[in-house]
T-cell receptor, first 114, second 112 residues
């Protein structure tokens, strides 16, 4: 079956702009989580959505937001971009919500902020 | 402060050697997962350990969960260039958190 699909794979933005990233989970998976990966901090949890509801949120500023649609696809948005937002943004899906199941990751969206 | 500390952060060894990667915490996990991430890809699950003292083997990889469920190790026997990648441990249920917490990873390079 098709894996987790993230778009776009690469993007370059300038400070102050905003960006929207998209994630299509594996068919049948209803939980989508987002992570930020940087060399210095590793994988940092952003948020988790299940059945269109945000179930959990990490310690990121309000500039980071997300949503999930009825077909389980998810988007995350970062407004007023800062240089420090440059990172690989990973989306992962699971069949059920919660921290114990296997996470199926997409290939990520690499964001560069200039 | 990282809830999960992985060591070493970087490891470069020759093909055929053995190695061990460690994942430690002061907190108790309900379960722990190990992932491997290759360049340009997302992490892929290798194993999940749940019971204190549990040992799981995946070909040349041996995973161990500490008796107190606060630490884990990954041992690779006779490493091969295909083992190169970023190895990540992720703990569930740390301090009651309803999300997986990842370590910073161990970047492993196996030289032919």
């Amino acid at each position: 079956k098709a894996g987790v699909t993230q778009t776009p794979r690469y993007l370059i933005k300038t400070r102050g702009q905003q960006v929207t990233l998209s994630c299509s989970p594996i068919s049948g998976h209803r939980s989508v989580s987002w992570y930020q990966q940087t060399p210095g901090q590793g994988l940092q949890f952003l948020f988790e959505y299940f059945s269109e509801t945000q179930r959990n949120k990490g310690n990121f500023p309000g500039r980071f937001s997300g949503r999930q649609f009825s077909n389980s696809r998810s988007e995350m948005n970062v407004s007023t971009l800062e240089l420090g937002d440059s990172a690989l943004y990973l989306c992962a899906s699971t069949r059920l919500a919660g921290p114990t199941g296997e996470l199926f990751f997409g290939e990520g969206s690499r964001l560069t902020v200039l | 402060t990282q809830l999960l500390e992985q060591s070493p952060q970087f490891l470069s060894i020759q093909e055929g050697e053995n190695l061990t990667v460690y994942c430690n915490s002061s907190s108790v996990f309900s379960s722990l997962q190990w992932y491997r991430q290759e360049p340009g890809e997302g992490p892929v699950l290798l194993v999940t350990v749940v019971t204190g003292g549990e040992v799981k083997k995946l070909k040349r990889l041996t995973f161990q969960f500490g008796d107190a469920r606060k630490d884990s190790s990954l041992h690779i026997t006779a490493a091969q260039p295909g083992d190169t990648g970023l190895y990540l441990c992720a703990g569930a249920g740390i301090q009651g958190a309803q999300k997986l917490v990842f370590g910073q990873g161990t970047r492993l390079t196996i030289n032919p």
